[in-house]
């Protein structure tokens, strides 16, 4: 069972920008979509960007649309996320995972890592 670890959280300014990681080990994402999903408190977990496994399609949700960029290097068993114009609305811990079939939801994504804070300041 492959495991996933975030990284490349913290703490920006609104306007700002990160870059998120997510290493795979024990495992393959060769023939996976990878998914972002965050989840602020007091909030339900929020899928933001999805990408297929040659890296050809990508989703983004409309709250991160236009912002937001993931990206893979599946030699590397790693997917990313850049993150533009950040906002304080950004703020939550994101969680990356994998899914076997093209899908928006976070249905069949698992299994998720333990997350990496991204703290925008206003």
């Known amino acids: 069972q492959v495991q996933l670890v975030e990284s490349g959280g913290g703490l920006v300014q609104a306007g700002g920008s990160l870059r998120l990681s997510c290493a795979g080990s024990?495992?393959?994402?060769?023939?996976?979509?990878m998914g972002w999903a965050r989840q602020a408190p007091g909030k339900e977990r929020e899928l933001v960007a999805v990408?297929?496994?040659?890296?050809?399609?990508?989703y983004y949700a409309d709250s991160v649309e236009g912002r937001f960029t993931i990206s893979r290097d599946n030699a590397k068993t790693s997917a990313f996320l850049q993150m533009g114009s950040l906002e304080p609305e950004d703020t939550a811990v994101y969680y990356c995972?994998?899914?076997?079939?093209?899908?928006?939801?976070?249905?069949?994504?698992?299994?998720w890592g333990q997350g990496t804070q991204v703290t925008v300041s206003s």
């Open positions: 995972a994998r899914s076997p079939m093209a899908t928006i939801t976070l249905t069949g994504f698992g299994p």
């Open positions: 990408i297929s496994p040659s890296g050809d399609w990508t």
């Open positions: 024990g495992g393959t994402i060769v023939n996976y979509f």
